[in-house]
């Protein structure tokens, strides 16, 4: 008898991106299965950088402290060019992280596998682990449309393969899933099941890859380097403890195999990288590393797929749905935002209190953002791929050139700059509340000052994902006049018919309400009285704000007017529970948020006997 089973969500994959998705859901009391190929996680190599925006996002899982403990930091870039006796000498250096908004302004870098053992360790605590080895054979979508449109209902089957120690036999398995997930990879079998294309170009560029322990006089070999000689150029990514990656642009001819014209595996070894490493550095010596950790190669391929998901039942998230090179420094990364982004539409949905159509905003959002990242990895792998300038070739990349590329693609590639476009779940008609406070990027991070006890916050720490929308209401300089006016307000809310009351749904077990309030003042601690706040607005002593300095003077403050917010006015600010901000509104604007949270919510019926 083959064993039948049903389940909400399975995940098919267990590198970062399945991972994300599995805590993500495992936090909001999702009932889901992650399985994977492996009988063990990676063990060395492949991704290994954190941007700023990531480790904001690892943050609101409570799961960053390890990686800023243990991970090295990038601080600094240092840009290296061909100096006039034919060796390599440093034309500048600048900030790694150029967005000004970040709240970690630097990168961390850490092995894959350490990024993994964090969620594993979440999940285990959870009473969670990965199911594997596991290997899926087929998958089936219902075709029937009512079906598809009812949440409840379990409309794909998945056949999976239990591959038995001996590695030869298997034992079957039918899974009935309401949702699937496929984060399997570059070469994921959920995108080809689903006959999904990846659409894009190999370059010619060939690189090489070395974790070691180096030895060498080079001065910058603890900050990231971008280094551009006359034989190739060079990325250095200093890791945790002691070890240093290179990436390295290889010539055909020291890795290609004449005869087939392929990539030849027997020509990839640390020496041949070393030696490669030997040549650029000069006049700098690379002796024999102290430990090789691991070392590959690749050909930058630039790809997205066509669709992310299939009738909003099963969705491909991470390299799955795109790859670009490694020295963007953004596969990771862009990976577990996929199902960062994916993770609290399917909670909500799964719940019945969002209607499906909110999955829709899955692939319109982090298509769109695969494919600016492939057409600025396509423009910044150009650059550092190509010749530098020399005195013999004029029409080479110059210094001013790739610094001026490295500035302007610092928000982007540090994850700050994601700006989502209007949708359901991105309303801008209100911007001019808060000009400052972009619609469809994050919530910018601020101190304020707690008014019950003083002590300073910082705003996104208050922005957890846990499945919440965040509404952020500054109700501004709390005169009597102001004070008037925020009851009032807080008066129309208590209307069953506002959108508050509608859409609200009290905690239930594991699942959160629907609504967190933080209400943010004007003015100074000594003049504000927290207990002056209606409590609809302060559900919790600990969530009335201050927009004013600590007491050491040293931080907070200045918030109204940096975010362009008007404190004779009362304005709403709707932090999605993926630190987005969806939506902002003046108090007189009530219907525009019923209308935005009507869009996607379903309304709670009322008991009229309640």
């Given at each position: 008898?083959?064993?039948?089973?049903?389940?909400?969500?399975l995940?098919?994959?267990?590198?970062p991106?399945g991972?994300m998705c599995?805590?993500a859901?495992?936090?909001?009391g999702?009932?889901?299965?992650i399985i994977?190929?492996?009988?063990?996680?990676?063990?060395?190599g492949q991704?290994d950088?954190?941007?700023?925006r990531?480790?904001?996002?690892?943050q609101?899982?409570?799961l960053a402290?390890p990686?800023?403990k243990?991970g090295a930091?990038?601080?600094l870039?240092?840009?290296?060019?061909?100096?006039?006796?034919?060796g390599?000498?440093?034309?500048g250096?600048?900030a790694?992280?150029t967005a000004?908004t970040a709240r970690?302004p630097?990168?961390?870098t850490?092995?894959?596998?350490?990024i993994?053992?964090?969620f594993?360790?979440?999940l285990k605590?959870?009473g969670i682990?990965?199911?594997?080895?596991?290997v899926?054979?087929?998958?089936?979508i219902?075709?029937?449309?009512?079906?598809?449109?009812?949440?409840?209902?379990y409309?794909?089957?998945?056949?999976l393969?239990?591959?038995?120690?001996s590695?030869?036999t298997?034992?079957?398995?039918?899974?009935?899933a309401?949702?699937?997930?496929g984060?399997?990879g570059a070469?994921?079998?959920v995108?080809?099941?689903?006959?999904?294309?990846?659409?894009g170009?190999?370059?010619?560029y060939i690189?090489g890859v070395i974790?070691?322990?180096?030895?060498?006089?080079?001065?910058?070999?603890?900050n990231?380097?971008?280094?551009?000689?006359?034989n190739?150029?060079?990325?250095i990514?200093p890791r945790?403890?002691?070890k240093?990656?290179?990436?390295?642009q290889?010539?055909?001819?020291?890795?290609?195999?004449?005869?087939t014209?392929r990539?030849?595996k027997n020509?990839?070894?640390?020496?041949?990288l070393?030696n490669t490493?030997?040549?650029?550095?000069?006049?700098?010596t690379v002796?024999?590393?102290k430990?090789?950790d691991?070392?590959?190669i690749?050909i930058i391929?630039?790809?997205?797929?066509?669709?992310?998901?299939?009738h909003?039942r099963?969705?491909?998230?991470?390299?799955?749905?795109?790859?670009?090179?490694?020295?963007?420094g953004q596969?990771?990364?862009?990976s577990?935002?996929?199902t960062?982004?994916?993770?609290?539409?399917?909670?909500?949905v799964?719940?019945?209190r969002?209607?499906i159509?909110?999955?829709?905003?899955?692939?319109?959002?982090?298509?769109?953002?695969?494919?600016d990242?492939?057409d600025?990895d396509?423009?910044f792998s150009?650059?550092?791929?190509?010749?530098?300038?020399?005195?013999?070739?004029?029409?080479?990349?110059?210094h001013e050139?790739?610094?001026?590329?490295?500035q302007?693609?610092?928000g982007?590639s540090?994850?700050?700059?994601?700006?989502y476009?209007?949708?359901?779940?991105?309303?801008?008609?209100?911007?001019?509340?808060?000009p400052?406070?972009i619609?469809?990027?994050?919530?910018l991070?601020?101190?304020?000052v707690r008014?019950?006890?003083?002590?300073?916050v910082?705003?996104?720490d208050?922005?957890?994902?846990d499945?919440?929308f965040k509404l952020l209401?500054?109700?501004g300089?709390?005169t009597?006049e102001?004070l008037?006016k925020v009851?009032r307000f807080?008066?129309?809310?208590e209307?069953p018919?506002?959108?508050l009351?509608?859409?609200?749904?009290?905690a239930?077990?594991?699942a959160?309400?629907?609504?967190?309030?933080i209400?943010?003042?004007?003015?100074h601690?000594?003049?504000?009285?927290?207990?002056?706040v209606?409590?609809?607005?302060r559900t919790h002593?600990?969530?009335?704000l201050?927009?004013?300095m600590?007491?050491?003077g040293?931080s907070?403050g200045g918030?109204?007017a940096?975010?362009g917010?008007d404190e004779t006015?009362?304005?709403?600010?709707?932090?999605r529970?993926?630190?987005?901000?969806?939506?902002?509104?003046?108090s007189?604007a009530?219907?525009?948020m019923?209308?935005?949270?009507?869009s996607?919510?379903?309304?709670?019926?009322?008991?009229?006997?309640?």
């Amino acid at each position: 008898m083959v064993k039948e089973s049903r389940v909400d969500v399975l995940i098919i994959g267990a590198g970062p991106s399945g991972l994300m998705c599995a805590n993500a859901l495992a936090v909001a009391g999702v009932d889901f299965r992650i399985i994977d190929n492996r009988p063990i996680g990676v063990a060395a190599g492949q991704a290994d950088g954190i941007q700023p925006r990531t480790i904001e996002v690892l943050q609101s899982y409570d799961l960053a402290e390890p990686l800023l403990k243990e991970g090295a930091q990038m601080h600094l870039c240092a840009f290296y060019n061909p100096g006039p006796d034919g060796g390599i000498e440093r034309t500048g250096r600048a900030a790694d992280v150029t967005a000004p908004t970040a709240r970690y302004p630097f990168k961390i870098t850490i092995a894959q596998a350490s990024i993994e053992a964090l969620f594993i360790e979440s999940l285990k605590s959870q009473g969670i682990s990965v199911d594997r080895p596991i290997v899926p054979s087929s998958l089936e979508i219902s075709q029937d449309p009512e079906e598809l449109l009812d949440p409840s209902s379990y409309p794909v089957k998945v056949v999976l393969d239990h591959i038995l120690p001996s590695g030869t036999t298997t034992e079957q398995e039918i899974v009935h899933a309401k949702f699937v997930l496929g984060a399997d990879g570059a070469h994921s079998w959920v995108r080809k099941t689903l006959g999904f294309t990846m659409d894009g170009e190999q370059t010619d560029y060939i690189w090489g890859v070395i974790d070691f322990i180096p030895d060498t006089d080079f001065p910058d070999i603890r900050n990231r380097a971008a280094i551009h000689s006359s034989n190739g150029s060079c990325m250095i990514i200093p890791r945790e403890g002691d070890k240093v990656r290179f990436y390295l642009q290889m010539a055909d001819k020291d890795v290609m195999d004449p005869e087939t014209g392929r990539i030849d595996k027997n020509k990839v070894t640390a020496e041949n990288l070393i030696n490669t490493a030997r040549k650029t550095f000069y006049p700098y010596t690379v002796n024999e590393p102290k430990e090789v950790d691991w070392c590959s190669i690749y050909i930058i391929g630039q790809r997205v797929a066509s669709k992310f998901s299939k009738h909003e039942r099963v969705f491909i998230s991470g390299d799955a749905c795109h790859t670009h090179s490694p020295k963007a420094g953004q596969g990771m990364n862009a990976s577990m935002n996929d199902t960062h982004n994916l993770a609290w539409k399917l909670a909500q949905v799964l719940r019945g209190r969002a209607d499906i159509s909110l999955l829709k905003t899955y692939e319109l959002e982090r298509q769109k953002y695969a494919q600016d990242l492939i057409d600025f990895d396509r423009e910044f792998s150009a650059l550092f791929s190509g010749k530098p300038r020399t005195s013999d070739n004029q029409e080479g990349v110059t210094h001013e050139q790739f610094l001026r590329a490295f500035q302007a693609s610092g928000g982007f590639s540090s994850g700050i700059g994601v700006h989502y476009m209007p949708s359901a779940i991105v309303d801008t008609i209100h911007q001019s509340c808060a000009p400052n406070i972009i619609i469809g990027e994050r919530m910018l991070p601020q101190i304020f000052v707690r008014a019950a006890d003083a002590r300073p916050v910082e705003i996104q720490d208050m922005l957890p994902a846990d499945t919440r929308f965040k509404l952020l209401l500054f109700v501004g300089l709390l005169t009597s006049e102001q004070l008037t006016k925020v009851r009032r307000f807080a008066e129309e809310l208590e209307l069953p018919t506002s959108f508050l009351q509608k859409y609200n749904y009290p905690a239930e077990g594991k699942a959160q309400s629907m609504f967190d309030i933080i209400s943010i003042t004007a003015g100074h601690k000594d003049d504000v009285n927290f207990l002056d706040v209606p409590p609809t607005f302060r559900t919790h002593w600990s969530k009335v704000l201050i927009d004013d300095m600590d007491v050491t003077g040293r931080s907070g403050g200045g918030a109204y007017a940096r975010f362009g917010i008007d404190e004779t006015e009362i304005t709403m600010v709707v932090v999605r529970p993926d630190g987005y901000v969806g939506m902002i509104a003046p108090s007189t604007a009530l219907e525009s948020m019923d209308k935005y949270f009507g869009s996607f919510l379903i309304g709670k019926t009322f008991n009229p006997r309640e």
